[in-house]
């Protein structure tokens, strides 16, 4: 449940006990007249003493401490990942959420027309765009596991150019982004002309979806970094994500 803190405080940061035990994860928000995610990445908030604070909390739960429902799907993430992503112990308060979130990551992976480049750019463009202190480490560490390039990789995280089918795919995405899904014939027309068609425009649909469902847990909740990405840690150029 949300609670309230006053402004003038420090941003309470993820207490992290391991990926074997329980912590709660604090997300710290402002309040002026609608919820809005404010400061960085890591939990620091600029002294806007006027305002008033609404920390959200929750816990990443282990196969001990999660709801039962959600106890074989998270036993399904220990043997696909070897251990359990601390995104999956969030969202194991939710089983509904969980399966919907291992579901289409499921599909992503096998269910779509994409190379692992490809789907690469989709979830990183995705990620940076969100400012997902989570998902861009995460999916650095995954995209070395595929054996993307890490020039491909670099340029994703560092919001540089990348080879020109891959630029006109990351640049079609943000716009589904930005505009919410109406991206328009010229945008529709140049994604086209660089080799896609129809089932892409699709595919980055499903791709999306199931990025809401983490960037948007990641950011409620400051979900602590695994361990196993800890390397690959990433801070936004902004500090805070797009409008």
Same mark, same amino acid.
């Given at each position: 449940?949300?609670?309230?803190?006053?402004?003038?405080?420090?941003?309470?940061?993820?207490?992290?006990?391991?990926?074997?035990?329980?912590a709660a994860v604090h997300g710290p928000f402002v309040y002026s007249g609608s919820l809005e995610l404010y400061g960085s990445l890591l939990g620091e908030v600029a002294?806007?003493?006027?305002?008033?604070? =609404?920390?959200?909390?929750? @816990?990443?739960?282990?196969?001990?401490?999660?709801?039962?429902?959600?106890?074989?799907?998270?036993?399904?993430?220990?043997?696909?990942?070897?251990?359990?992503?601390?995104?999956?112990?969030?969202?194991?308060?939710?089983?509904?959420?969980?399966?919907?979130?291992?579901? !289409?990551?499921?599909?992503?992976?096998?269910?779509?027309? &994409?190379?692992?480049?490809?789907? @690469?750019?989709?979830?990183?463009?995705? *990620?940076?765009?969100?400012?997902?202190?989570?998902?861009?480490?995460?999916?650095?560490? =995954?995209?070395?596991?595929?054996?993307?390039?890490?020039?491909?990789?670099?340029? !994703?995280?560092?919001?540089?150019?990348?080879?020109?089918?891959?630029?006109? !795919?990351?640049? &079609?995405?943000?716009?589904?982004?930005?505009?919410?899904?109406?991206?328009?014939?010229?945008?529709?027309?140049?994604?086209?002309?660089?080799?896609?068609?129809?089932?892409?425009?699709?595919?980055?649909?499903?791709?999306?979806?199931?990025?809401?469902?983490? *960037?948007?847990?990641?950011?409620? &909740?400051?979900?602590?970094?695994?361990?196993?990405?800890?390397? &690959?840690?990433?801070?936004?150029?902004?500090?805070?994500?797009?409008?």
């Amino acid at each position: 449940m949300p609670r309230r803190a006053a402004a003038g405080n420090a941003a309470v940061k993820a207490n992290h006990e391991g990926e074997r035990g329980c912590a709660a994860v604090h997300g710290p928000f402002v309040y002026s007249g609608s919820l809005e995610l404010y400061g960085s990445l890591l939990g620091e908030v600029a002294s806007h003493t006027e305002k008033e604070i =609404i920390m959200v909390t929750t @816990t990443v739960h282990t196969l001990d401490t999660a709801p039962d429902a959600s106890k074989p799907l998270l036993e399904n993430s220990i043997k696909a990942f070897g251990r359990l992503p601390s995104l999956h112990g969030v969202m194991a308060e939710s089983p509904g959420l969980l399966e919907g979130y291992q579901h !289409l990551h499921r599909l992503a992976i096998s269910g779509t027309a &994409f190379t692992p480049e490809e789907r @690469t750019v989709v979830w990183m463009t995705i *990620n940076v765009a969100n400012a997902c202190h989570y998902c861009v480490p995460a999916h650095t560490g =995954i995209a070395k596991m595929e054996k993307i390039d890490d020039g491909i990789v670099n340029a !994703l995280r560092d919001e540089t150019p990348l080879p020109a089918k891959l630029e006109a !795919l990351r640049t &079609f995405t943000l716009a589904m982004r930005d505009t919410h899904g109406r991206p328009g014939a010229d945008a529709i027309a140049a994604f086209e002309a660089a080799g896609y068609g129809e089932r892409a425009i699709l595919d980055t649909v499903l791709i999306y979806a199931q990025k809401v469902m983490s *960037n948007f847990t990641n950011a409620l &909740f400051e979900t602590p970094t695994d361990a196993a990405f800890a390397p &690959f840690a990433w801070e936004p150029k902004s500090g805070v994500a797009a409008e």
